[in-house]
């Protein structure tokens, strides 16, 4: 698909498959290259197709479970390292998940100092993202004191506190070809890879352990477990989360980063 950038052989093909056919049939097209023509004058179906193939779904403290090792194993090893922890939320979609990072870092970790940026390929759901503004229905397994703690009542709706929002950046950014950063503490990348092929993630693992700090960990989604976690230089540690290998020698060993 030329116009979004996005690399359709690189998902499952059934799956994809399946999502274009019950698109194109919602709006009565004939088959794909008569939706193609119809969106070519129609921004807003074309926005829809987007999000259709992208799926967007997602909620707060999505997998409370993962969440909790998160909060009461991994981050309290990573602040062993450093004082400035900088996570990356990939995939992120209409922001749920760095929201909920944020809030677990401000209300468990005061003192500690968190940036999180935050991607998605899709920018209309980063606009929303943006917004912070939620129906109470995504906020169903979010613990009762951040519910209380840091959203606010926004007529029917609710909205993230000004303190959790800032610590969080939202950028457009395609997993399958754009670059990756470096030094990360913490990548969360859940509920995406499940739709890529075999190819596609072995490249994306490859480049998500480039981007991580020796120490530093990758958070999948409940189905994503990584085959032969170590030909990525990572360690499993319980189910979902990974651990960069420290190298002998290595940057982080016996040698934590002091930078706050
Ligand atoms: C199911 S949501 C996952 C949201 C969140 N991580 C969670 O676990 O709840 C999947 C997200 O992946 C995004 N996505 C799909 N392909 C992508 C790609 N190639 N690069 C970056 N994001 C992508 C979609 O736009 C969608 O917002």
Redesign the pocket.
Known sequence: MKKSG?DLSLYKEEQMKRRIISFYQKYGASGFSDASRMMENDPEMYKFFVEHI?????EFY?SPEQWKQLRNSIIPELILDTKKVNCWSA???SG??PYSLSMVFAYNFPGIQVSILAT???SA?LDQAQLAIYPQNVLRRLPLMLREGYLLPQGMEWKVASQIREQVEFRK????SDPFGSDHDLILC???MI?FTEEAKHQIYARFSASLREGGFLFV?GTEQINNPGRYALEAVGSFFYRKKRTPGGTNEGNPRING
């Open positions: 996005i992208t799926i967007n779904v997602t999505r995939a992120c979609s749920e998940e998605d390929l899709d759901i950014h395609n997993l399958l859940r509920n995406v739709y989604g």
